[in-house]
């Protein structure tokens, strides 16, 4: 079973920075790419960012590249994402999910539950 666990969100002032980290269980973590996926109050789900299995490739959203870095531990089982320079439009429910985006979208299976980030000053 698919277990992930996303966590480090919180109240950040705009221009703040957070780390959102999610930890996978159930399944061989280092075999996966993983995304991170958004949703803000009364819209769907948003892609973010994606990174391979083995770490080398990462892509990102327009809207969050050169704000956002993405990265793992497969040693830790373990996902991260930094949030720099945030924006109030960056308020969302942040989800990690298992597989690259139309994966992560269409199966809540291969989602978290997913962490707060509310950028309010």
């Known amino acids: 079973e698919v277990q992930l666990v996303e966590s480090g969100g919180g109240l950040v002032q705009p221009g703040g920075s957070l780390r959102l980290s999610c930890v996978a269980s159930?399944?061989?973590?280092?075999?996966?790419?993983m995304t991170w996926v958004r949703q803000a109050p009364g819209k769907g789900l948003e892609w973010v960012s994606t990174?391979?299995?083995?770490?080398?490739?990462?892509y990102y959203a327009d809207s969050v590249k050169g704000r956002f870095t993405i990265s793992r531990d497969n040693a830790k089982n373990t996902l991260y994402l930094q949030l720099n320079s945030l924006k109030t439009e960056d308020t969302a429910m942040y989800l990690c999910?298992?597989?690259?985006?139309?994966?992560?979208?269409?199966?809540?299976?291969?989602r978290g539950q997913g962490t707060q980030v509310t950028v309010s000053s």
């Open positions: 159930g399944f061989a973590f280092s075999n996966y790419a």
């Open positions: 999910g298992r597989g690259f985006f139309d994966v992560v979208v269409n199966r809540a299976a291969e």
């Open positions: 990174i391979t299995s083995d770490g080398p490739s990462t």
